[in-house]
């Protein structure tokens, strides 16, 4: 066996499915779909089955082959009968029109035509062999396990390697040898095998990777229910108390106002808590119209300026780092709010005087936003449940803001990095996926005004 083309052709078939997997962990926090297009997975299999044709490697004399049925097989295993039909049929047409090239380069051009001619019904009656049994491994396979699905895709391209050697192969030999036929199956099917593990365990990877995102969504979900339930509880059952009071008994006047002025306090409570909640349900992804190319440095300068007085008076020092001009993708409303939240909580968490400094940098295709504070610190047992819904580390605090903040980056493909120190301070790192352009579309000075009349403001 030839070695060195072996390992090309083996290459050439399992460096889309790595190429595959590679994409689908990047993609994995925007996406819900197991794997890209089925347009896009046709295209890979095509060129992968017609660039292993470049590297036949030699069995023997008179016997070279090359690993083309295998990304066509897995099509059968992955697409859809027809689009894999499809699929095959554009394969078969690649190798005849470059059949023809090559050898109308070496000969003349009618002689390569009476060649390819003579050829073409032999290799279209192995392709029509070809079709018909992966065709009946797809239907008999169709609503059945993994496993069986597995089992019987093999099964079939086993027989289909087989039907190759014995009648098509084995007659250009001194007989059907037994070691290069086990060598000939084995190659095929065993490469088969290895791609099929390769994209199951891709498979199963993404599912796990859904799962898991559907589960804190619906921990988050309970959480936020749980606390919508237990906050608004309160403001009602004052509410309540102060109204059987009154039907109850026949105040003053001014004994009534009272009461009233109370309860108008309470629903007032209880209208704030659900404005909370509405807001953290607006970072969502649902709203696509909102996204816009934003500027950070931009979105720094903002928060600096809004809560630079409410700094003054805490004795608090605002100081920026800016490294560059960051442009990211997101809701400029959404995001500077986040942005907000964490300057204030910086600023609140500093017992008398002290420095909140915000500083961005960029790194390859991520841009971070830093928040550091010279406050009391977080303890590290407190620092997990930073983000839940009505945890917060201040006494007067909600933890709606943080938790505002975690969906926020979450929903735009970022993550959230804290270290603290009880004394020192503490700093907070925001990671998002810069977008490589300039930001022509986002108006600062628009956006500005829009955050400063519509941006409701958090606590906690």
Same mark, same amino acid.
């Given at each position: 066996?030839?070695?060195?083309? %072996?390992?090309?052709?083996?290459?050439?078939?399992?460096?889309?499915?790595?190429?595959?997997?590679? @994409?689908?962990?990047?993609?994995?926090?925007? =996406?819900?779909? $197991?794997?890209?297009?089925?347009?896009?997975?046709?295209?890979?299999?095509? *060129? =992968?089955?017609?660039?292993?044709?470049? #590297?036949? #490697?030699?069995?023997?004399?008179?016997?070279? $082959?090359?690993?083309?049925?295998?990304?066509?097989?897995?099509?059968?295993?992955?697409?859809? @009968?027809?689009?894999?039909?499809?699929?095959?049929?554009?394969?078969?047409?690649?190798?005849?029109?470059?059949?023809?090239?090559?050898?109308?380069?070496?000969?003349?051009?009618?002689?390569?035509? &009476?060649?390819?001619?003579?050829?073409?019904?032999?290799?279209?009656?192995?392709?029509?062999?070809?079709?018909? /049994?992966?065709?009946?491994?797809?239907?008999?396979?169709?609503?059945?396990?993994?496993? !069986?699905?597995?089992?019987?895709?093999?099964?079939?391209? #086993?027989?289909?390697?087989?039907?190759?050697?014995?009648?098509?192969?084995?007659? +250009?030999?001194?007989?059907? !040898? /037994?070691?290069?036929? *086990?060598?000939?199956?084995?190659?095929?099917?065993?490469?088969?095998?290895?791609?099929?593990?390769?994209?199951?365990? /891709?498979?199963?990877? !993404?599912?796990? +990777?859904?799962?898991?995102? !559907?589960?804190?969504?619906?921990?988050?979900?309970?959480?936020?229910?749980?606390?919508?339930? &237990?906050?608004?509880?309160?403001?009602?059952?004052?509410?309540?108390?102060?109204?059987?009071?009154?039907?109850?008994?026949?105040?003053? +006047?001014?004994?009534?106002?009272? %009461? /009233?002025?109370?309860?108008m306090s309470e629903l007032e409570r209880a209208e704030s808590i659900i404005a909370h909640y509405l807001q953290l349900a607006r970072t969502g992804d649902d709203d696509k119209s909102m996204i816009r190319r934003v500027d950070l440095a931009g979105l720094i300068a903002y928060a600096v300026e809004m809560l630079g007085p409410y700094a003054e008076v805490q004795h608090v020092d605002i100081r920026t780092s800016i490294d560059g001009n960051a442009v990211v993708a997101a809701n400029p409303e959404i995001l500077s709010q986040a942005l907000v939240n964490l300057v204030k909580n910086a600023i609140e968490s500093i017992e008398g005087s002290g420095v909140v400094t915000l500083s961005l940098k960029e790194a390859d295709r991520r841009v971070t936003v830093i928040v550091t504070d010279t406050g009391r610190g977080i303890p590290a047992s407190e620092l997990p449940r930073l983000g839940e819904p009505y945890?917060?580390?201040?006494?007067?605090?909600?933890?709606?803001?943080?938790?505002?903040?975690?969906?926020?980056?979450?929903?735009?493909?970022?993550?959230?990095?804290?270290? =603290?120190? $009880?004394?020192?301070?503490?700093?907070?790192?925001?990671?998002?996926?810069?977008?490589?352009?300039?930001?022509?579309? &986002?108006?600062?000075?628009?956006?500005?005004? =829009?955050?400063?009349?519509?941006?409701?403001?958090?606590?906690?």
């Amino acid at each position: 066996m030839e070695i060195r083309n %072996f390992l090309a052709d083996f290459l050439c078939v399992l460096l889309p499915l790595f190429v595959l997997d590679a @994409w689908q962990v990047r993609s994995s926090r925007a =996406s819900t779909n $197991v794997y890209p297009t089925p347009a896009l997975l046709s295209f890979i299999f095509l *060129i =992968s089955s017609v660039i292993t044709t470049l #590297f036949n #490697f030699r069995l023997a004399n008179h016997l070279e $082959v090359n690993l083309s049925i295998v990304p066509l097989t897995l099509a059968f295993y992955l697409l859809s @009968w027809r689009l894999s039909l499809l699929v095959l049929a554009a394969y078969a047409f690649v190798e005849i029109v470059a059949g023809y090239f090559t050898l109308s380069h070496y000969h003349l051009s009618l002689t390569a035509l &009476h060649t390819v001619l003579r050829l073409l019904p032999h290799g279209l009656e192995i392709l029509g062999i070809y079709a018909a /049994m992966v065709s009946l491994a797809y239907f008999f396979s169709k609503d059945r396990t993994q496993s !069986q699905r597995i089992t019987i895709f093999v099964l079939t391209l #086993f027989c289909y390697t087989f039907v190759d050697y014995v009648f098509v192969n084995a007659p +250009r030999l001194s007989g059907a !040898q /037994m070691d290069y036929f *086990i060598t000939y199956v084995l190659v095929f099917n065993i490469t088969f095998v290895l791609s099929i593990r390769i994209v199951e365990s /891709m498979r199963n990877a !993404q599912r796990r +990777r859904l799962a898991e995102r !559907q589960s804190d969504r619906l921990k988050l979900i309970g959480q936020l229910s749980a606390s919508v339930a &237990h906050e608004v509880r309160n403001p009602i059952t004052v509410v309540k108390g102060f109204t059987q009071l009154m039907l109850s008994h026949d105040y003053g +006047r001014e004994k009534s106002v009272e %009461f /009233m002025q109370s309860m108008m306090s309470e629903l007032e409570r209880a209208e704030s808590i659900i404005a909370h909640y509405l807001q953290l349900a607006r970072t969502g992804d649902d709203d696509k119209s909102m996204i816009r190319r934003v500027d950070l440095a931009g979105l720094i300068a903002y928060a600096v300026e809004m809560l630079g007085p409410y700094a003054e008076v805490q004795h608090v020092d605002i100081r920026t780092s800016i490294d560059g001009n960051a442009v990211v993708a997101a809701n400029p409303e959404i995001l500077s709010q986040a942005l907000v939240n964490l300057v204030k909580n910086a600023i609140e968490s500093i017992e008398g005087s002290g420095v909140v400094t915000l500083s961005l940098k960029e790194a390859d295709r991520r841009v971070t936003v830093i928040v550091t504070d010279t406050g009391r610190g977080i303890p590290a047992s407190e620092l997990p449940r930073l983000g839940e819904p009505y945890y917060s580390t201040k006494t007067t605090g909600t933890g709606l803001g943080l938790t505002f903040v975690y969906k926020t980056i979450h929903d735009l493909g970022g993550y959230i990095d804290i270290k =603290s120190q $009880v004394g020192r301070g503490t700093e907070i790192r925001i990671t998002l996926p810069k977008l490589i352009a300039s930001p022509t579309d &986002h108006d600062p000075k628009r956006t500005r005004t =829009s955050m400063e009349t519509n941006t409701p403001q958090f606590g906690g």
